[in-house]
């Protein structure tokens, strides 16, 4: 499962990252690696972007970078 499909109000733990390159360094800069917990706020209405709290800090991520996210 990935964090996109990933329902509202729901917690949940990173497994591992997908993308490559500077868009998985993007990702990790925002604190986002494996093991982190990460807490779905909210989805815009056509899913873009997922509003996160990773590590207390309040994020935005688009939908494709949420997609490179696995979680369980």
Do not use: C, H, N
């Not at 949940?12 to 993308?19: D, E, F």
């Not at 056509?46 to 800090?57: A, H, L």
């Amino acid at each position: 499962m990935t964090l996109k499909e990933t329902a509202v109000g729901q917690s949940v733990t990173v497994i591992r990252l997908t993308g490559e390159g500077p868009v998985k360094r993007r990702i990790m800069d925002m604190g986002i690696t494996k093991g982190v917990t990460v807490f779905v706020r909210r989805v815009a209405p056509f899913g873009d972007p997922v509003e996160v709290t990773v590590r207390g800090y309040e994020l935005s991520l688009r939908k494709e970078d949420a997609q490179m996210i696995e979680v369980e």
